[in-house]
């Protein structure tokens, strides 16, 4: 089946620090999509890129949408301890964007 | 305007026992998803419903199964409990768009099933 590869799957940061995830397929995708998932709850869309090339930024998170269309990543500016989590990114999958296929996810862990 | 809740957050079941967990979309929303979250297969998605029909489904074993109402609540059933089915369950609501597409989805907190 189709799979994302998400990476790192960890970071252990200092508060303060930026952050650089990535997430590359071998197959091309429409729409990318980054989720952050706190303990005990669902994952939260950050970011949504539709448009290959695409650079979109909601505060201190920016993602980019790739020209190949097959990868896209995220990065945190200037970590802060409530950025702590697990990042996923998504793909929509079957042309519906009702059936979404996730990264493995990237485990944030910043140090005050 | 309320999110997606999920019911209930937290069950135990054992072995071969049945199950059905409740999910109710945002306000307006016609499209339920369904995840299952393992740390060790990650999210992986089980099926979709859209007006009451179900439009999409993953690979997964027929145990596994899911409805959808008028008002868009939905519900998944798995019979025949196994141990692997200990997960947490993920229902995702989302906007109807034209073209029979949907929006981005938004999601509830899950339900934590735990099969002993």
């Known amino acids: 089946g189709q799979q994302l590869n998400q990476s790192p799957q960890s970071m252990f940061i200092q508060e303060g620090e930026d952050v650089s995830m990535n997430c590359t397929s071998s197959?091309?995708?429409?729409?990318w999509l980054w989720y952050k998932q706190e303990p005990g709850e669902g994952p939260v869309l950050l970011i949504a890129l539709y448009k290959a090339g695409e650079l979109t930024s909601n505060g201190r998170l920016t993602a980019q949408f790739g020209i190949t269309r097959k990868d896209s990543f995220l990065n945190i500016s200037a970590s802060i301890p409530s950025d702590v989590g697990i990042y996923f990114c998504?793909?929509?999958?079957?042309?519906?964007?009702?059936?979404?296929?996730f990264g493995k996810g990237t485990k944030l862990s910043v140090k005050p | 305007k309320a999110g997606v809740t999920q019911t209930p957050r937290y069950l135990i079941k054992t072995r071969g026992q049945q199950v059905t967990l409740s999910c109710s979309p945002i306000s307006g929303h016609r499209s339920v998803s369904w995840y299952q979250q393992t740390p060790g297969q990650g999210l992986q998605f089980l099926f979709e419903?859209?007006?009451?029909?179900?439009?999409n489904k993953g690979n997964f074993p027929g145990r596994f199964s899911g409805r959808q109402f008028s008002n868009s609540r939905s519900e998944m059933n798995v019979s025949t409990l196994e141990l692997g089915d200990s997960a947490l369950y993920l229902c995702?609501?989302?906007?109807?768009?034209?073209?029979?597409?949907?929006?981005?989805?938004?999601f509830g907190p899950g339900t934590r099933l735990t099969v002993l």
């Open positions: 995702a609501s989302s906007w109807p768009l034209a073209g029979g597409s949907t929006d981005t989805q938004y």
């Open positions: 197959s091309i995708f429409n729409t």
């Open positions: 419903y859209f007006s009451e029909t179900q439009r």
């Open positions: 998504a793909v929509n999958y079957g042309g519906s964007q009702g059936n979404l296929i």
